[in-house]
C-alpha cells in the first residue's frame, strides 16, 4: 500500500494571530456601513486607520456607490472581502457585524438606527440624527430601551480647540457666562417637486427604498446625487441642523446644559434667539455665506464657529483648528493647542471614542440623550423660523407651551418603516 500523502503546511498571517501589533479578530470591532456618499467617504477613511476595526459589509440602495465602498474597503484591506448589499435588513441580519456607521441622507438616518439598534448593533449615526423632533425621541428611547451604544456624528465634541473653548467656559475665567453664539445656515424650505424622470431599476437606484420613510414622490436623478437638500421631505429643520446640530450642541455642553434646553425661541431677519431658564442667551445667527466672509465673526477659524461670551471675557473657535480669546491673559490657558493639526472635519478622534465605548459599555461623547435634547433645541428654534413667532418650550414633556400648530410640527408624515 502506498504511503499516505503529507498534507502541506497552513499558512497563517500574522494579523490572523494578532501579531505584528495587529488585534486578533476575536478582538476586532466587525462593522457594517449603510449609506455611501462623500461625508461616508470622510468618516469611512478615518475609521479604516483604527486597527481594532473591521469593515466587513457596505450597504447602499445606490449600485455606484456599493461600489464604490466597497472599492474603498478592498483597496484598504487588498483583499475583495467586502460584502455588498442593496436592502440594509440583509446587513442587520448579519450576527457577526457588532456596530453599523449609518451615513444615508437625513430621512433614514433615525429609522435605520433604530432598526440597527434593535438588531443588537452598536451605531455610530451621521447627523442631523432626526429629521424631526419625534424622530430624536424616538431614537433615543430605542437606544435607552435596547442598551446599545450610540454616537452621533457631532465630532467637534472630540476636538482639541472646542474642548479647550467649553472648558474655558466651564472654568469661570470668561466670569458668568450670558451669551452664546452658534452659526447656522440662513433657513430656507423647498415645497416643490422636480419633474418626473424614468425610474432606474431598483438594482442601478432603488428609488422607493431610497425614499424610505420620506412621502413617496417621482424619481429624479437630481435627489440621488445629493440634490435633495433643503427639500421639506428630506432635510432637516430647514437647513437649521446642518451646522446647529454642532454648534447649538456646543453651546449645550458650554452651558451645561446637555440635559436640557432653552425655552423660548424668538425669531428675526438674522438670527433666532433663544433663552436658557437660567438666564443664558443664545443666539443662532444665520450665515449668508458660510463659506465666505462672515460679519461678525473671527474670520480665520474656519466654518461652524461658535462663541461663548461671559462678564469678563470671551471664546471663539471654528474648523480651522484654531481659538481666539479676550482678554489676551486667557492665552496662557491654551498652552499646547497651535502645535494641532487636526480640523472641526476630522473624525478620527470621535470614532476612537466610539469603539472603546463598544468595549467598555459606557457613554460616548455624544450619547443619544445629549443628541436628543440639542436636536430639539435646534427644531424648536427652526420652527421658529417656520411660523414667525416665538415659541415656548417645556424643557422636560418636551411640548410647545399653547401652542397646537407648533406641537404639531413636531412630527411629519412618514411612511411605515419600522
Excluded at 502506498?2 to 498534507?7: D, E, M, S
Excluded at 460584502?83 to 456607521?101: P, S
Excluded at 433657513?187 to 417637486?193: A, E, I, R, V, Y
Excluded at 428654534?381 to 414667525?388: I, K, V
Aim: one cysteine or more; aromatic letters at 8%; hydrophobic letters at 40%.
Amino acid at each position: 500500500m502506498a504511503a499516505p500523502a503529507l498534507a502541506a503546511p497552513w499558512f497563517v498571517p500574522a494579523s490572523a494571530l494578532g501579531r505584528d501589533g495587529k488585534p486578533a479578530p476575536s478582538e476586532r470591532i466587525s462593522l457594517g456601513v449603510i449609506g455611501v456618499g462623500p461625508r461616508c467617504t470622510y468618516d469611512l477613511k478615518a475609521m479604516l486607520q483604527h486597527a481594532d476595526l473591521q469593515c466587513v459589509a457596505i450597504c447602499d440602495v445606490q449600485a455606484s456607490r456599493r461600489e464604490a465602498g466597497k472599492k474603498l474597503v478592498d483597496s484598504h484591506y487588498q483583499n475583495a472581502d467586502c460584502a455588498t448589499y442593496r436592502d440594509f435588513h440583509e446587513l442587520l441580519a448579519r450576527r457577526d457585524i457588532d456596530a453599523v456607521l449609518i451615513a444615508t441622507g437625513d430621512r433614514w438616518h433615525a429609522p435605520a438606527s433604530i432598526l440597527a439598534a434593535r438588531a443588537g448593533k452598536d451605531v455610530y449615526s451621521e447627523k442631523p440624527c432626526g429629521l424631526t423632533i419625534a424622530w430624536c425621541q424616538a431614537l433615543d428611547d430605542a437606544i435607552r430601551k435596547t442598551g446599545r451604544v450610540f454616537q452621533a456624528g457631532t465630532q467637534r465634541r472630540s476636538q482639541a480647540n472646542f474642548q479647550a473653548a467649553v472648558r474655558l467656559a466651564h472654568s469661570g475665567k470668561l466670569g458668568k457666562l450670558h451669551t452664546l453664539h452658534a452659526s447656522v445656515y440662513t433657513p430656507g424650505m423647498q415645497t416643490s417637486w422636480l419633474p418626473a424622470e424614468p425610474t432606474p431599476s431598483r438594482d442601478v437606484v432603488d428609488w422607493d427604498r431610497w425614499l424610505g420613510p420620506a412621502p413617496w414622490r417621482p424619481f429624479h436623478s437630481t435627489y440621488v446625487k445629493g440634490g435633495w437638500r433643503g427639500y421639506w421631505d428630506f432635510d432637516s429643520g430647514c437647513r437649521l441642523l446642518d451646522w446647529g446640530a454642532h454648534t447649538v450642541d456646543l453651546c449645550q455642553w458650554a452651558n451645561r446644559a446637555d440635559g436640557t434646553m432653552p425655552v423660548e425661541y424668538e425669531p428675526s431677519a438674522t438670527n433666532v434667539t433663544a433663552h436658557y431658564a437660567n438666564g443664558v442667551k443664545l443666539v443662532l445667527d444665520f450665515l449668508k455665506t458660510p463659506f465666505g466672509e462672515r460679519p461678525g465673526w473671527v474670520q480665520s477659524l474656519g466654518t461652524c464657529p461658535v462663541r461663548f461670551e461671559g462678564d469678563e471675557g470671551w471664546v471663539e473657535v471654528g474648523d480651522s483648528g484654531g481659538i481666539e480669546v479676550h482678554p489676551a491673559s486667557l492665552r496662557s490657558e491654551l498652552k499646547g493647542l497651535e502645535a494641532r493639526s487636526t480640523t472641526g472635519l476630522d473624525v478620527a478622534a470621535h470614532s476612537r471614542n466610539f469603539l472603546d465605548c463598544i468595549k467598555s459599555r459606557s457613554l460616548p461623547a455624544a450619547n443619544s440623550s445629549i443628541m436628543r435634547k440639542s436636536h430639539i433645541a435646534c427644531h424648536a428654534a427652526a420652527l421658529s423660523w417656520l411660523l414667525n413667532r416665538k415659541l415656548r418650550l417645556d424643557p422636560v414633556r418636551e411640548e410647545f407651551l399653547g401652542d397646537d400648530e407648533a406641537n404639531g410640527l413636531r412630527t411629519l408624515p412618514s411612511r411605515q418603516v419600522l
